[in-house]
């Protein structure tokens, strides 16, 4: 059980079988659209973890909101944008990031997983992440997971093979961004 949870708090799992959701495109709201599915599943007593494969070594608003929540896992494993760290370093986070993941799903502990930006990690044109594992490694597990659990995957760039196992997947589109009117990332809405 997780922090501030007990056995009467729990509700038993469905016994509907978990759903596979994608949220992609290069617009903003894919990380935020995993949140407010996890927030809808909290609500719903139910167990989340969130591994994050890009992001990780700042301390964005959802890692202090995370350990307000009972049932809410956040594993923030990455570290940080592609071009801020070596490729040795991301390729590194990424290999355990990877292993958490396969370490978390296999466990069958919570009833939602989140696997942020892991799109974007499959798909980063400067990173040699097929070294680590590839879209295939991906399906493979999402194939073993326990048949009840939910697995969303964030990131822009979903590889082909992903989305068509998916049983969902949203294309986020921008339209229109503040960053390019020159704008600064703005607290509490981008981080």
Partial sequence: ??????AATRTKRSDEPGLVLVFTGDGKGK???AMGLALRSLGN???VAMIQFIK???KPGEVRA???LPGFELIPLGVGFTWTKTPEEHMAALRQAWQKTQEVIRAGQHDVVILDEINYALTAKDLPVGEIF???DVVA????RPRNMHVVLTGRRAPQEIIEFADTVTEMR????AYDQGRRAAKGIEF
């Fill in 1 to 6: 059980m997780t922090k501030g949870e007990n």
């Fill in 174 to 177: 921008l339209v229109k961004h």
């Fill in 134 to 136: 590839t879209p295939a």
């Fill in 66 to 68: 995370a350990a307000l």
């Fill in 45 to 47: 007593r139910m167990r």
């Fill in 141 to 144: 597990l999402l194939r073993e």
């Fill in 56 to 58: 990780g070594k700042w």
């Fill in 31 to 33: 990380s935020t659209a």
